[in-house]
């Protein structure tokens, strides 16, 4: 079975495409860690309402670059700059303990799509659409957007290195953590600060609506076969790598938008793993260690 | 604490939870949840260094877990998790060892190796144990501070009939002494 999407690389039409490859193998090693932290400290979420307001940020610059005339702005910036805004306030909210956590992560996830909505109706000029935003388009994939997603990951790569120690013992148990002295506000404002620049990596390819399923979907199947958090970080990038992939082959073979073609890729691999999980009866496959004392 | 301010002197201490919220699909081995011992405030950057894993192995062998160093934690039974955490406890060299309500959640069994893990432990540190359990602590420690709104402290071989009274009578007591009302008022007053 010869692969369309080898065919496709190979042909010098596909500047595109093959900027969305690497783009999205140089991302599966942030989705694969920053995944894992996120799964692991059940803040999905958190994580969801981050994208879902990154949109708020893309009207205002896509509005500021037609109407305003700002040569200069990048909805990407405006994408970036608006989650991790949205990262600070649900963060800190959260961090006081004074309001009830779900609500205010549902509210600011609708504010963010509201000003983002409003800004791109705004626009008359150009023949601007959100949906590319909404729902990835890898046609979209620039040569500026590939270096955007290496320093960006770089970044996040190089807190990772300096800090997982801590992120570790924050994610695994809060209380613990805060009597060792570990500044348990500051690396979980951190966290999620990652999450929004994580997130933003990845929104030009599979879209802001469906990307918190690619930075989840990965580390949730990797907690199922990994002993440790290095473990789950490896399994998730292998298989965020391998969805993108494969989401992007299916996607030339039968024609199918792309983002949405790696997301049914992960959530059918998720499921199907969950289901057989099931059918076997135990929550987590048994270690080298259980087999040999049988 | 110690001659000084308790922020300061945190590193010196070792905690031990009531009970951890634990999530049983979270993959971490045994000897990473030790670890966690080891961090302290002033130490931020980069990965654990060898002393720490030694001390780890040392703290497993302690509490007698260090062939299940490898295994992920959630594998554990609930009194292997407990020492996993008294273990994690330990990893810091503490000299206060802070140990809240740690049979909790654990059998008869295990609460009888837990003590005599703690019985050993407690020639090293001082051990500080928050307990609703009268026979488990007063068997075995030096002094139980009794805290009901006001806090008594006993040398345990004092600890008698008339002390237990003292300790719960009051309460009792107390309750008593809220509720009681004439019945002659009581019927009056509904009728």
Redesign the interface.
């Known amino acids: 079975m010869a692969s369309q999407l080898l065919e496709a690389l190979g042909s010098p039409l596909n500047g595109f495409l093959r900027n969305a490859l690497i783009a999205g193998l140089l991302a599966s090693i942030l989705f694969g860690i920053v995944g894992t932290y996120v799964v ?1 400290k ?1 803040i999905t979420y958190i994580a969801g309402a981050i994208a879902h307001c990154a949109l708020g940020g893309i009207g205002f610059a896509l509005f500021a670059r037609h109407e305003l005339g700002w040569e200069n702005v990048d909805p990407l910036h405006g994408a970036l700059i608006a989650a991790l805004a949205a990262a600070l306030l649900i963060g800190t909210v959260v961090l006081s303990r004074s309001e009830r956590e779900d609500t205010v992560i549902g509210a600011t996830w609708a504010t963010g799509m509201a000003i983002g909505f409003m800004f791109v109706k705004m626009v008359r000029r150009g023949g601007v659409s959100i949906e590319s935003w909404l729902f990835g388009d890898i046609n979209f994939v620039s040569r500026a957007d590939l270096w955007t997603v290496a320093a960006l990951g770089a970044a996040v790569l190089l807190l990772v ?6 992120f ?2 924050v ?3 809060e ?3 805060r ?5 348990v506000p500051f690396f979980y404002l951190l966290l999620l600060c990652m999450s929004a620049v994580t997130v933003v990596v990845l929104v030009r390819l599979v879209g802001i609506i469906m990307v918190i399923a690619l930075l989840t979907l990965p580390a949730a199947i ?3 076969f ?4 290095g ?2 970080m490896a399994w998730a990038t292998i298989l965020c790598a391998l969805f993108l992939i494969l989401g992007l082959e299916f996607s030339l073979r039968w024609n199918i938008i792309a983002g949405p073609s790696i997301i049914l890729v992960a959530a059918g691999s998720y499921f199907s793993i969950l289901l057989i999980g099931k059918i076997k009866n135990r ?2 496959l048994f ?1 080298k ?2 087999r040999q004392k049988k | 604490m110690f001659g000084k301010s308790p922020k300061k002197m945190r590193h010196r201490v070792g905690y031990m939870p009531q009970y951890l919220s634990f999530d049983p699909q979270f993959p971490i081995t045994v000897m990473d949840v030790v670890l966690m011992g080891r961090l302290q405030a002033g130490m931020l950057l980069g990965p654990f260094k060898k002393g720490d894993r030694i001390a780890a192995m040392q703290a497993l062998e302690k509490v007698d877990l260090a062939n299940r160093a490898r295994s992920r934690f959630s594998e554990l039974s609930g009194g292997q998790r407990q020492r996993a955490l008294i273990a994690r406890a330990l990893v810091g060299k503490p000299d206060l060892l802070l140990l809240d309500e740690p049979t909790a959640n654990v059998d008869q069994t295990i609460e009888e190796q837990f003590r005599n893990a703690l019985r050993s432990l407690s020639a090293e540190m001082s051990i500080v144990l928050v307990s609703h359990d009268l026979s488990f602590v007063s068997s075995w420690l030096a002094h139980v501070l009794c805290v009901n709104r006001e806090v008594h402290m006993h040398p345990t071989a004092s600890i008698d009939g008339k002390t237990l009274q003292d300790i719960f009578g009051t309460e009792i007591a107390a309750v008593r002494h809220d509720h009681e009302c004439p019945p002659g008022d009581h019927v009056h007053h509904h009728g």
Request: with cysteine; proline share 3%.
């Open positions: 692991t059940r290195l300096l800090f997982h120690r801590q570790v013992a994610c695994f148990d209380e613990f953590a009597a060792r002295g570990i500044n990797g907690s199922r990994a002993r440790g958090l473990g789950m929550p987590a270690t260690q259980d």
